[in-house]
């Protein structure tokens, strides 16, 4: 039996052990969730939003547990995981005001009865949640589903099996029928085990990579539903804006919030050639030289935590000094952060102007700032990227904003906010790498449910008046 292992990485504490599931519990898994389908899909609507109204009293119940266990596995700033639990709840509300816009049921009449639509799920969804929002990510997953009348298995990231173990606590408070979600945990052999089995919906959130290979894997089953959602190299334009200091808190908040593990987080700063680029890099360097990186209970409070581990900050820290190594100008170099474990790293800025640096995103606080000569070039720049999730325009400009608007390939583009601006009842979702066309939050809805168009009469009746060409 192989064991799992989670770490603090504030700390190198182990924070909570279990056995990862053996590809047999993997297949009895996903045998519970399609035996339970017809049961949850058949009851009347009203039962499942009853059941995840009782979830969502319990996520409220235990906020204070559940935020502290997940910055304790995290690293995140306690402040971030309580908003993270606020996210969880409030997302039970705003999924059913989804469902019944996005998917609901509408009738109208028509001359031989009425038409309806109807709205029916896929089956047994699978859902694989990331590390960075290990609660509310996959949660935005399981929520939408379950309402729809899909089934759940579950497998949290290896990185983070203890919210995943405590978010099945919750939803067995609930007391959801057997079988209607599923809890299995590992690491990607667990996860490739799931996807071996005969699933209807893979729901993801994740790199962009993984993204691609789900997309091969399943080519050939058009019956799986896709739901990626995947990462971004996100572009930030800043233009024709006077006050450096204020620009400067946008496009920190862009680039280092959640130690830049989001994937919305901006990793290219676009730039005018001059004075007025020179004024903006000063003041975003300024003031990431006063962010407190430092353990999630440190006082005072930190801004942000660790990267999720040593592993993930050698690894990034091996990225940036591949750009360094093709001619970046360091601007704020990153390293330890005092005497803290080798997961911290200081927030990085380094100028790449004129480089052919890799198109890939490092997720960690560094920052690539690009200077260019127009905002039409600031625009090609901000597109010159295979992913498409987030970007921003900041400028006191709103004519900029109506050229940006019209022209970025983004799913997420802000004006004078922060690049990680998002909503839950707006969609949330990206292009070409980011994704598949199927944005989640608000629109989660779509994918965990099929439109059908019924064509209804009452009684059998005879229709021959209605058919044209039949012999006499």
């Not at 770490?7 to 009895?28: F, R, Y």
Request: charge should be negative; hydrophobic fraction near 45%; include cysteine.
């Amino acid at each position: 039996m192989t064991q799992l292992t989670s770490i603090d990485p504030a700390t190198g504490q182990t924070v909570w052990e279990g056995a990862a599931s053996s590809p047999a519990e993997v297949a009895a898994a996903v045998a519970r969730a399609r035996a339970a389908i017809h049961d949850w899909a058949d009851r009347p609507r009203q039962d499942r939003i009853d059941a995840v109204k009782r979830y969502q009293a319990v996520l409220k119940r235990r906020t204070p547990e559940i935020a502290e266990a997940i910055s304790r596995e995290t690293g995140k700033a306690l402040w971030e995981t309580t908003a993270e639990l606020g996210s969880m709840a409030g997302k039970v509300d705003i999924s059913i005001r989804a469902y019944d816009e996005r998917t609901g049921e509408r009738t109208a009449q028509t001359a031989f009865g009425h038409a309806t639509l109807r709205h029916r799920p896929h089956g047994v969804a699978a859902v694989l949640g990331p590390f960075n929002f290990p609660g509310h990510l996959p949660n935005g997953h399981i929520v939408p589903a379950l309402l729809a009348g899909d089934t759940v298995v579950f497998k949290p990231s290896e990185e983070t099996p203890w919210t995943g173990a405590l978010m099945a606590e919750c939803l067995a408070e609930a007391d959801l029928p057997e079988g209607v979600f599923n809890l299995i945990q590992g690491g990607r052999d667990v996860g490739a085990a799931l996807l071996d089995q005969p699933i209807d919906a893979l729901m993801f959130t994740g790199s962009g990579a993984a993204g691609a290979y789900f997309r091969r894997k399943f080519a050939d089953d058009p019956h799986v539903i896709l739901a990626l959602e995947l990462g971004g190299n996100n572009p930030l334009v800043v233009w024709d804006a006077a006050d450096a200091q204020a620009v400067a808190g946008i496009v920190v908040q862009s680039a280092f919030v959640t130690t830049g593990q989001r994937c919305s987080c901006a990793r290219r700063l676009v730039l005018p050639e001059g004075a007025a680029g020179d004024a903006v890099v000063e003041a975003v360097a300024a003031m990431a030289d006063r962010l407190n990186f430092a353990p999630w209970d440190s006082t005072p409070e930190p801004y942000a935590g660790p990267l999720i581990s040593v592993n993930a900050a050698q690894a990034a820290l091996q990225a940036l000094q591949q750009r360094i190594d093709l001619g970046a100008k360091v601007i704020r170099s990153s390293g330890p952060v005092g005497n803290l474990p080798g997961a911290f790293v200081k927030p990085a800025i380094i100028d790449v102007t004129g480089l052919n640096v890799l198109d890939e995103e490092m997720f960690a606080p560094f920052l690539q700032v690009i200077r260019v000569p127009s905002f039409e070039a600031a625009i090609e720049a901000a597109n010159a990227t295979r992913y498409g999730l987030s970007a921003g325009l900041v400028s006191d400009d709103p004519k900029n904003w109506d050229r940006f608007i019209n022209r970025i390939r983004a799913g997420v583009a802000n004006f004078n906010r922060p690049t990680t601006g998002a909503a839950g009842d707006m969609p949330f979702g990206g292009l070409g790498d980011s994704g598949n066309h199927r944005p989640s939050a608000y629109y989660a809805a779509d994918y965990c449910a099929y439109p059908v168009a019924s064509f209804e009469a009452g009684a059998v009746k005879n229709i021959e008046s209605e058919m044209r060409g039949l012999k006499q």
